[in-house]
């Protein structure tokens, strides 16, 4: 029997290996063939995703095909996708069957900022979700791996992100969705 196992993941298993959450044998046995992209909100594509996701949840669903207005693009493009391509995924599923026309803004109402957790409201939601809290967990984790290899290397980016076994760009755009100062640690080389 041939298998083949395909994983993804939004944060950096390298590092969560690292940071000590995610287990090492299972991190080696998926690491064969890895293929790294960059968040969708740095992506140019999310509109046109968006799209043909409504195309297809048009024909599951059997509905007709819906556009989407200029205010609801507007507010897909400013969503900072938490959940990256699944969130996109399932807002515009949602959307689809929420329209009767036209996609517009408030058929993303988990867009508009009103809402901006997932997680049920009520006595049985007492706290964030045990998936929110690995997810801030591994971001957690991340940041202060990058910002140590970043000291250690005083705020050379080429030999952290060969300290971290990672690739320059993937370092770069992690240091610039974790806000992390990266000139500051060359200051603290000169001084």
Not at 22 to 39: A, E
Not at 129 to 151: F, G, P, T, V
Not at 164 to 188: C, N, P, S, V
Request: with cysteine; charged share 30%; proline share 3%.
């Amino acid at each position: 029997m041939d298998v083949r196992t395909i994983a993804a993941s939004s944060v950096s298993l390298e590092l969560a290996v690292r940071a000590g959450w995610f287990r090492q044998d299972v991190y080696c046995g998926l690491n064969d063939v890895v293929i790294t992209l960059p968040p969708l909100r740095q992506r140019d594509d999310i509109l046109h995703l968006a799209k043909d996701f409504v195309a297809e949840a048009s024909m599951e669903f059997g509905r007709p095909c819906r556009e989407i207005s200029t205010s609801a693009a507007e507010v897909l493009l400013r969503h900072s996708w938490p959940g990256n391509v699944r969130e996109l995924r399932n807002v515009m599923r949602r959307a689809t069957l929420l329209a009767a026309d036209v996609i517009d803004r408030q058929h993303l109402s988990l867009l508009d900022g009103s809402r901006t957790s997932t997680r049920r409201s009520g006595p049985t939601a007492i706290g964030p979700s045990l998936k929110e809290i690995a997810e801030a967990a591994a971001e957690d984790a991340e940041r202060q791996a990058i910002r140590q290899a970043l000291q250690a290397c005083k705020g050379n980016k080429t030999e952290a992100a060969r300290r971290l076994r990672t690739d320059y760009k993937t370092l770069h755009l992690k240091i610039k969705q974790y806000g992390i100062d990266a000139e500051r640690f060359k200051k603290l080389r000169a001084s």
